[in-house]
């Protein structure tokens, strides 16, 4: 936290800034409610956010809405996730844990709006005047590894980059940025962690799509 610019609090106390930051902002994430610590050798946080009422999983909510969906929708959706990606690095805030468990989706009420993005699980996140490039290349490959192909297609993927390039800084080149996080997905996806996160992914479209052929 010292090194992030924090001070010696605690991840509680970080998270706490942050998720002031991003609403400051108007990024989707829970609202922090109270954050305490208790000092001494071992200092412990503590943060307690309020929920984000009818928020489901990325991955859920692909895996139950995707065949429905129009190819057009699918772009649409893939270029809002894309953008608000963008606005969180260009607020300055990285996501280490970009994992597809860590973006919620909230269904608006009104018909043909965008379901609003939340991040959640910040504790990570760093603040900072601008967002490496490398640390941008591992958010996205984060989520590109964490998501299954089967309910994110190759064309799903391009657009979503696409989408954040358009909102990002005009310093990133379109291929390479491409070529990058293909790359470290790759490897990210050979690591055990990630391999069950997909795994839990697969399994969750597979249940949802059963479920939805029943009705």
């Given at each position: 936290?010292?090194?992030?610019?924090?001070?010696?609090?605690?991840?509680?106390?970080?998270?706490?800034?942050?998720?002031?930051?991003?609403?400051?902002?108007?990024?989707?994430?829970?609202?922090?409610?109270?954050?305490?610590?208790?000092?001494?050798?071992?200092?412990?946080?503590?943060?307690?956010?309020?929920?984000?009422?009818?928020?489901?999983?990325?991955?859920?909510?692909?895996?139950?809405?995707?065949?429905?969906?129009?190819?057009?929708?699918?772009?649409?959706?893939?270029?809002?996730?894309?953008?608000?990606?963008?606005?969180?690095?260009?607020?300055?805030?990285?996501?280490?844990?970009?994992?597809?468990?860590?973006?919620?989706?909230?269904?608006?009420?009104?018909?043909?709006?965008?379901?609003?993005?939340?991040?959640?699980?910040?504790?990570?996140?760093?603040?900072?005047?601008?967002?490496?490039?490398?640390?941008?290349?591992?958010?996205?490959?984060?989520?590109?590894a964490?998501?299954?192909?089967?309910?994110?297609?190759?064309?799903?993927?391009?657009?979503?980059?696409?989408?954040?390039?358009?909102?990002?800084?005009?310093?990133?080149?379109?291929?390479?940025?491409?070529?990058?996080?293909?790359?470290?997905?790759?490897?990210?996806?050979?690591?055990?962690?990630?391999?069950?996160?997909l795994?839990?992914?697969?399994?969750?479209?597979?249940?949802?799509?059963?479920?939805?052929k029943?009705?």
């Amino acid at each position: 936290n010292w090194l992030a610019g924090l001070g010696w609090g605690t991840k509680a106390r970080r998270e706490w800034h942050v998720l002031i930051a991003m609403k400051e902002a108007g990024l989707g994430c829970a609202e922090p409610v109270v954050v305490a610590e208790r000092t001494g050798f071992r200092p412990q946080g503590y943060l307690v956010l309020r929920e984000i009422p009818d928020a489901i999983l990325l991955g859920s909510y692909l895996a139950e809405h995707r065949a429905a969906m129009s190819v057009e929708q699918r772009r649409q959706l893939a270029a809002h996730l894309g953008r608000e990606v963008a606005r969180l690095h260009g607020t300055g805030i990285d996501h280490p844990d970009l994992f597809s468990k860590h973006i919620l989706l909230t269904s608006t009420r009104e018909s043909g709006q965008l379901p609003q993005v939340s991040f959640i699980d910040m504790q990570r996140s760093k603040m900072r005047r601008f967002v490496p490039i490398a640390q941008r290349i591992h958010d996205l490959a984060s989520l590109d590894a964490t998501l299954p192909p089967s309910i994110a297609s190759d064309a799903d993927r391009l657009t979503f980059l696409q989408s954040y390039l358009t909102y990002g800084p005009p310093s990133l080149d379109a291929r390479h940025l491409a070529a990058s996080v293909r790359r470290r997905s790759r490897r990210l996806r050979a690591r055990r962690k990630i391999r069950e996160l997909l795994e839990i992914g697969r399994h969750a479209a597979l249940t949802l799509s059963d479920s939805a052929k029943a009705l």
